[in-house]
């Protein structure tokens, strides 16, 4: 057996975290080469500690500088760089073949591209690199020649639940009717929707099932995480829009189902732990131990499925009507919610205005084809000033 070489982009989140947990149950299946992370330099320095990779990667010149203090200090022989192109560089550069890109947002486009295209394993939780830029995420994986393997749980189960040969050519010959993701509901599935208008971020963050990083647990809250979601599945398994259902199913432990012409119904359950899926990801066509507790039927009271309703979740409308826009409209989706999650996390802009900033942003810009890189990553630049500007207006009037 090889040792798998890993790269992790955004190893101090909590899917970074996760990914070394599985790691570190295999030292002889696993060998990490490069980790990477915004500002959690003390993070960072205790896992190169641990784990020993080439190259560590954080946001800035300050972060680098106590990052190579605390390493120098530990004896640790790791290369310290920062910034943006260092991402990259931490993919092409540390003779990885596996690369976890599980930085969050739009940060996370440019590294995972570059894994794409440098025929890599990829390892996808990050959503929003595919919402922006699906059209030429899947020509750079194919161009390349590595193989993506989704992690966002859904993508995973429903990955699970495909013929092998559906990722790499889908054909009607499968008999693939419908994708069902289901989606938790988050916190507030029953909150009466007067009450809505006070929720706080902690209220937010505090998902019912799952553990997760801000801006993830907030799409949760608001739905729009399952929006963007469909987008991503859309680019993953290449059926139409229609063909994508939501269901609600507040256990999360059926992670998402496929309907096949025949009349069966393929689901893959399982605990609310992304170890599964990340082991699934590392090892891959193999199984591991995921240090998962093992699934019992009998002590689950019962599994439930339901309708969204859109009228509490109008950030799904939105996903939605932006994915049939299609073109440029997902990426000015995905940039005007970073902001307005943002916003909600640490300006004070209330929880009821996120799909509002969203809608007005959508309305400011036309779509238009997303054609390339420098075209989608100036539409995010400029949706992201439009949704200031709009967070910046409802602030003032509050
Ligand atoms: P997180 O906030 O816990 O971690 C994000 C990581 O990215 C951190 O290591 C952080 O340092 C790094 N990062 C943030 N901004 C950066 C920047 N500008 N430049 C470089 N690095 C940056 O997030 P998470 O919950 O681990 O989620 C990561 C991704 O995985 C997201 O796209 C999320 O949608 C997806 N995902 C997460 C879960 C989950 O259970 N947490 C499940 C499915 C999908
Ligand atoms: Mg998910």
């Not at 990490?32 to 915004?38: G, K, N, R, S």
């Not at 560089?89 to 894994?115: E, F, K, Q, R, W």
């Amino acid at each position: 057996m090889s040792v798998r070489q890993v790269a992790i982009l955004g190893s101090t989140g909590s899917i970074g975290v996760n990914t070394l947990d599985v790691i570190r149950a295999h030292p002889n299946r696993f060998k990490v080469v490069a980790l990477t992370a915004a500002k959690q330099v003390d993070l960072l320095a205790q896992q190169c500690a641990e784990f020993k990779p080439a190259i560590a990667v954080v946001s800035d010149a300050d972060g680098a500088a106590r990052l190579s203090k605390l390493l120098l200090e530990n004896k640790i022989n790791t290369q310290v760089l920062y910034g943006p192109e260092a991402l990259v560089n931490a993919v092409t550069d540390s003779h990885c073949d596996t690369v976890m890109a599980a930085i969050v947002g739009a940060a996370g486009l440019v590294p995972a591209l570059a894994a794409a295209k440098a025929g890599k394993r990829v390892l996808l939780a990050n959503k929003e690199a595919l919402v922006m830029s699906g059209d030429l995420f899947m020509h750079a994986m194919k161009e390349g020649g590595g193989e993506l393997l989704p992690i966002d749980s859904e993508h995973n189960a429903i990955f699970q639940c495909l013929p092998e040969q559906f990722s790499k050519e889908p054909n009607p010959r499968h008999g693939v009717e419908e994708l069902w993701l289901t989606a938790s509901g988050g916190p507030f599935r029953n909150t009466p929707l007067d009450q809505l208008a006070s929720i706080t971020p902690e209220q937010a963050c505090a998902h019912p099932n799952w553990v997760m990083g801000r801006k993830i647990s907030v799409d949760s809250a608001t739905m729009m995480n399952k929006g963007l979601e469909v987008i991503e599945a859309f680019w993953l398994f290449g059926l139409p829009l229609e063909k994508i259902k939501v269901l609600i199913h507040p256990q999360s432990v059926v992670h998402s189902m496929v309907r096949y012409r025949d009349g069966s119904v393929l689901a893959q359950l399982g605990q609310p732990d992304m170890r599964t899926p990340i082991a699934y990801g590392l090892a891959w066509p193999e199984r591991i131990d995921a240090g998962v507790a093992p699934l019992s039927l009998t002590q689950l009271s019962s599994l439930n499925f339901a309708e969204p309703e859109l009228e509490r979740f109008p950030c799904l409308s939105l996903a939605f009507a932006a994915a049939k826009a299609g073109g440029t409209a997902p990426a000015v989706l995905n940039a005007a919610n970073e902001i307005a999650v943002a916003a909600f996390l640490d300006e004070g802009l209330p929880y009821l205005q996120i799909p509002s900033v969203v809608e007005e942003v959508l309305n400011t810009i036309p779509t238009s084809s997303a054609s390339s890189l420098e075209l989608i990553l100036s539409i995010d630049a400029r949706a992201r000033e439009a949704a200031k500007a709009v967070v910046k207006d409802i602030l003032c009037k509050h």
